[in-house]
């Protein structure tokens, strides 16, 4: 498709489980961010990364969050030992990496720990 | 410390009048400045953009403003429709020499356009 493509949409788990949650990016884009929105909070950077270089980690929140981009394209923010707080929607978004470019978000991941 | 305030959790408007949602920083270093619009179960969408070397930005109906003295902008929306209703996020960013920095998000203001 055309747009930003995030799965699963929805993911319910028990604490304490593994998840892994997938971001195809806007074909050529460069550029390729997570984020979290907790409810009733804007939205929250967690990681960010350009082309072939290092990833900005600078706002996962603990060591139990890493994610990481296959080939330039496809990224999976992956979360272990889940927990209730983690609970959120996580939205992925990309951008040509241009500095003015705006980035373009998928519909995100609702992630619900039980 | 929240550096990106939008203090109106919600606003609510008649169709065809103005809506002006606010929004208020405090890093100087913020040089480019967003608006997304997002609707329930959607990821955001962008809607307007304005750099630090510009203080009005417009697109339509939409229009960004941004007064970097009182490190506050506004988006107007004229004339609003009922289409308009959704969540408007404020966004920025710090624009460095050879890098991209991630977006930091207000917490959003509901709007709500009225028939």
């Known amino acids: 498709g055309a747009g930003v493509s995030q799965s699963p949409s929805n993911k319910v788990t028990e604490k304490g489980k593994d998840v892994e949650l997938r971001c195809d990016p806007i074909?050529?884009?460069?550029?390729l961010y997570w984020y979290r929105q907790s409810l009733g909070q804007g939205l929250e950077f967690l990681i960010y990364?350009?082309?072939?270089?290092?990833?900005?980690k600078s706002g996962l929140p603990s060591d139990r969050f890493s994610a990481e981009r296959t080939g330039g394209s496809v990224s999976t923010l992956t979360i272990q030992r889940t927990q209730q707080e983690d609970s959120a929607v996580y939205l992925c978004?990309?951008?040509?990496?241009?500095?003015?470019?705006?980035?373009?978000f998928g519909d995100g991941t609702r992630l619900s720990i039980l | 410390d929240q550096q990106v305030k939008q203090n109106s959790p919600s606003l609510s408007v008649q169709e065809g009048r103005i809506s002006i949602l606010n929004c208020d920083y405090t890093?100087?270093?913020?040089?480019?400045f967003l608006w997304y619009k997002k609707y329930p179960a959607e990821g955001p969408t962008f809607l307007i953009s304005?750099?630090?070397?510009?203080d009005k930005n417009e697109d339509g109906r939409f229009t960004v403003f941004l007064n970097k003295s009182a490190k506050h902008l506004s988006l107007h929306i004229v004339p609003s429709q009922p289409g308009d209703s959704a969540v408007y996020f404020c966004?920025?960013?710090?624009?460095?020499?050879?890098?991209?920095?991630?977006?930091?998000f207000g917490k959003g203001t509901k709007l709500s356009v009225k028939p």
């Open positions: 978004a990309s951008s040509t990496g241009g500095f003015v470019e705006p980035q373009h």
């Open positions: 074909s050529g884009h460069t550029a």
């Open positions: 990364f350009q082309g072939n270089s290092a990833p900005d």
């Open positions: 890093n100087s270093m913020f040089d480019y």
């Open positions: 304005i750099s630090s070397i510009k």
């Open positions: 966004a920025a960013r710090v624009i460095y020499g050879g890098s991209q920095g991630n977006l930091i």
